[in-house]
């Protein structure tokens, strides 16, 4: 056989003449180019595999020696790495966000590669950088509604900065806490301000025996990982409980009071629009005012909601969200953006200010390097997918997509009230929703039984565990699980289905198709006789 | 004109159906496969375009009311972004760590959004999640040379982690110094550790009166943002002077002796392999043994340096770097894969259990989740660019790469030493070097009249900034710049060039081309007369 060595011939030959347009992995790329469905439905192989058997495949911990041609190891992706990758394409995959993507991001990521800039300084991003500022200007107006004199301003400005890009909600939600941190505590008298003295110091400058963040059980958990890193503590990040699903303003300043009476800060307020699980959102209107009664920074988590503000039908369920000082968005969630597009934004242009830093090769002082506010670093240029999407849906197609998603997850939530095995324990606000598979019988026990209700629930939550690991080993669907608590059960967190309806190529007959797969794995599994011999027990 | 609608027609066709064969964004694929050089050297217009013309173009911060064709979105990228961008494929930009890159990353970043996997989790990255975890593996067995019982059990391991895949060397310098942080201050008796209680509570727990991390003035300024984000405070980020461009072991002893005898804590000695300044590596051995009398974390930030592990002619440059408690390494830097791309990875398997969170939709425990234990949340399935990328090169590929790179700079290095108008300003340890112009009658002045030395080199220090910017601007060929302390002038800091020869299609031509250029900038500026006349004033 044939075997590639690495020479500098070799070399020279993948960095400067390309695959031929028969090889292994053009033929990939026409095939993706072609139908994408078709390539994922041929190569992604629903089978069930388990992780440890793939694990097998990607065992070896020592870099290879010697090279591979090209085309060699594309045949190998396929057959181990794709093969046994997850559809997400596919429109019977509504567990998580990701979804179908429209078919111009491919060759939109092959540009970005062949550019490769770097858009943590203009010196390697140049355009990028104006066009990443026009992109966060866009979605502050979308959010903030700025006037015509606040953008011409501040846009392109060296000295201020309308939020950051980075790769997604989790680190979007570090930087807006970290902002509200350091604009808490700032430089004053001989204290040089948090972020060159630290929290030690900062906590003894301004006095305060504790720090808080204050959020519903539904928060993300980078909040806590961002109380954790940002020095603040975990236990400091107080999630309160939520039985409806949504934050109790009257709860959460009852807590910030108490908690400022006994020495205590609060240093942010954080309202969900469009929670991760349930997709419920927060009253932002009276959050605000809570904030506001606090005295502290009031950050709004919109990664899953924030595209809602496309949809003029729908748009009022974030009524107030320009009362924000900060706020997350995804752009790979409803946007419809490849992986790796987050973003904060921050009401005050100069907030972004607490955390600016300079270095002599680059991000020098007064530059309009976008790196000099950023919690990452080096940077691609993926601004540039959610500027095209912008330009190619406009709003009007973004708006649609958002409006079919919420009207589908209404029909979804609409079969599983009609389905005498199904309950639907959260109701729809954006397109994502909880149900679970609770056997007509066992309806009937849980009305008529109160007092079975906890082993009934336990039982159910070990039923809704067994059908959706089934479901996803089959290969067909998945739907992903969580576990919360509901009002109807304010004392036992129950486990629920967790489906998000974002795929816009998800229709009625797939959301039949899942209902009927979920209840034929239901009924042969041994728990439903066992949740069988438990009603008949009690009648 | 026919215009774009916006239907449920035109949105699933973008979802369902690709573009044409003969459409704009199917050309500039075409052209991109077939030949990248040409594509980038047509479209990008090599101009004196400033900034504020280019913003002209990005000025618009209202999301587009109606939808575009993809075709003609596609001509205005092409005319208002491509064009003004950086050629980073070109063997004459040589200012940053972007280069040419090999040509299979285009049709694999397509296959990367085809697929759209996310690995914060198993249930939507399924193989991708062991291909990343086999990916970190090779690495860390490049730098700490485990055996095969080690990552047998590792490897795959639940529990445990060998490290973290990761936007880029920022994310991965405070990943390294989040986690020792979290095992420093460990849970003991009723304090519940640093990442439940905060900062404020460990350090009343272990009583210490200040937290610093030292290193050098090369350091990456992510590590000042560092101690910025985990509350340490910039104040506490110690920078060695470094006329010697590494850090002196002694010196940081001495310092972090210093500061634990007044009642601080050295979290972090940090080590640089590969400064992004001038490529110099620090001494590991001697600073391995400093971190050990200190009792403190020992990280190194191998962003640069770290694929020199590939050639075993330059690994020896790296010695002891498996004495380092964690490292940082970019794989978007010298192993040629686009950006984001960064890692950090921990001797100790069990370390970055300090900073694991669990959720429960996702990450529950006992999963092997990915997300379990980075900083990032959601991320794209970028590791399989280096999987490919060293399947396809291989150790041997790499060491060529890292071979030929180090031999051209010290060609540049012999270049520069034999010009008569310049001087090396920093000897090439890896890949990069700085230098600086210094018309020859200057380089007579400064030896023969010691006392104009600060003036001369104010004057030349203009003169550096003038030949850079000047050459930037006529978009031929970048080099960047940076202020750097040398032996030669201790007491002032001096502006200096700085290169990096990381694209293999760099040749002698191209430098002696680039040399040729600010000869010619340098001699025409108003500078050069100025200089004229300090060193005649003096004769």
Redesign the interface.
Known sequence: MNK?R???E???R??????GSDSK??Q??QH??????D??SRHVVARATS?EQ??Q??????????????SD??E??LN???????N??SPQFI????S???????????????????LV???????????E??VL??M???VYQ?DEAF??TY??SANHSLGAFC?????AN?SAL?VAR?QLFKARGRF?G????????A?QEYGYNR?VVITSQRGH??L??A??????????LIALDCPGQTLDPARALEMGQQIQAEGGKVLALVGIAGT??TGHIDPLTELAAVANQLECHFHVDAAWGGATL?SNQYRGLLACIELADSVTL?A?KQMYV???AGMVLFKDPDASNA?R???????REGS?DLGATT???????MA?MLY?A????????????ID?SIEKARHFANLINHHEDFELTTEPTLCLMTYRCVPSFVKQALLEAPHLQPALNSKLDELTVWIQKSQ?EAGKS?V?????TIEKYPDQPISVF?TVLAN??TNSQHLQEILREQTEIARRSPLWNELQAMCLQEA
């Open positions: 590639a690495a020479s500098l070799h070399l020279y993948v960095f400067t003449a390309p695959e992995l053009a990939i790329e993706l180019s072609v139908n994408l469905a390539f994922l992780l793939i694990e495949d990607f065992n070896d911990f020592r870099v290879p020696e010697d090279p591979e041609f090209v190891h594309a190998k992706l181990k790495l794709v093969a046994n990758s997850v997400t394409y567990g998580h966000m990701t179908a993507l429209p078919y111009f991001h491919m060759p939109l990521a092959k540009l970005l590669v062949g550019l490769n800039q770097n300084k203009i010196e390697t991003s140049k355009a990028f950088t104006p066009l500022r026009q200007g866009m502050h107006q979308l700025g953008y011409s846009l392109h790769s997604g909600g989790t680190i570090i970290w350091n040089r948090i972020a060159k003295s630290g929290l030690q110091g906590m720090l958990y980078s806590r990982k109380a954790d890193l940002l020095g603040i503590g975990r236990d400091n991760t699980e496309f995804d790979h490849p992986m790796g955390v830093h300079h270095a002599n090769y680059i991000l309009k919690l990452e670093g080096s940077r691609n240029g540039m095209a912008m330009h190619i849906f406009g709003r009007q197609g973004y708006q649609l997509l079919i996803r998945f992903s699980r969580t576990r919360l967790r816009p190529l």
